[in-house]
């Protein structure tokens, strides 16, 4: 079946970069999403992008797309304490369903 | 501001009794879902509605039942919870024939003891 995985943590220091990497399996996939969730809360959609696309960007956060390897990235410049959560990665087909991963606990040194 | 809103934050239930977590949203979607949350496990589909009074099962049903009858409202149902139960679950609602953005609830994160 359809699968998404992502390194379960990574640690950086404030005002580096952080790069959260993804793979999935469904080579239908439509749609592909960052989530991310801060502690006690529930899921909210950072990001997402299309398939037909390589690359997007938004302020600080930039998403790119290797569809022939299946790669998704998420890339947060300057990172800061409070981008300190954690982040899904996650894919549909356009359909009902969206397959998430097991999520990228983000740590932030100050 | 679109909300999802779930009934408890926090439950403690004991082994086999039936225990039932509502939630709510205000934003009139079609589509809702329950999940469950366990650490290095990420999200896992337990059901879904894309209608009121339907229901698909999700990846991990069993032992779990839902009820949908108002399109508001969607309530899962641990017919008799188990101590493999033990988790966070999370509800979400989404619009439209795709999935494309689900609006999550807090969660609740439920202990059975």
């Known amino acids: 079946g359809e699968d998404v995985e992502q390194s379960l943590f990574l640690s950086v220091r404030e005002g580096d970069s952080s790069v959260i990497n993804c793979t999935y399996t469904d080579s239908s996939s439509t749609y592909l999403y960052w989530y991310k969730q801060e502690p006690g809360a529930g899921l909210q959609l950072l990001t997402y992008?299309?398939?037909?696309?390589d690359m997007k960007q938004d302020q600080r956060l930039t998403v790119l797309l290797n569809k022939k390897d299946k790669h998704l990235s998420l890339r947060i410049a300057d990172t800061q304490t409070g981008d300190s959560a954690i982040y899904f990665c996650a894919e549909s087909g356009g359909g009902f369903k969206t397959i998430f991963g097991a999520g990228t606990r983000l740590f932030v040194k100050a | 501001d679109v909300k999802v809103t779930q009934s408890s934050r926090y439950l403690v239930k004991r082994t086999g009794e039936k225990v039932f977590l509502e939630c709510v949203q205000d934003m009139d979607h079609e589509n809702m879902f329950w999940y469950r949350q366990d650490p290095g496990l990420g999200l896992r589909l337990i059901y879904f509605s894309y209608d009121v009074k339907m229901k698909e099962k999700g990846d991990i049903p069993e032992g779990y039942s839902v009820s949908r009858e108002k399109k508001e409202r969607f309530s899962l149902i641990l017919e008799s919870a188990s101590t493999n139960q033990t988790s966070m679950y999370l509800c979400?609602?989404?619009?439209?024939?795709?999935?494309?953005?689900?609006?999550f609830g807090p969660g609740t994160r439920l202990t059975v003891t």
């Open positions: 979400a609602s989404s619009t439209g024939t795709t999935s494309y953005e689900q609006y």
């Open positions: 992008i299309f398939s037909n696309m």
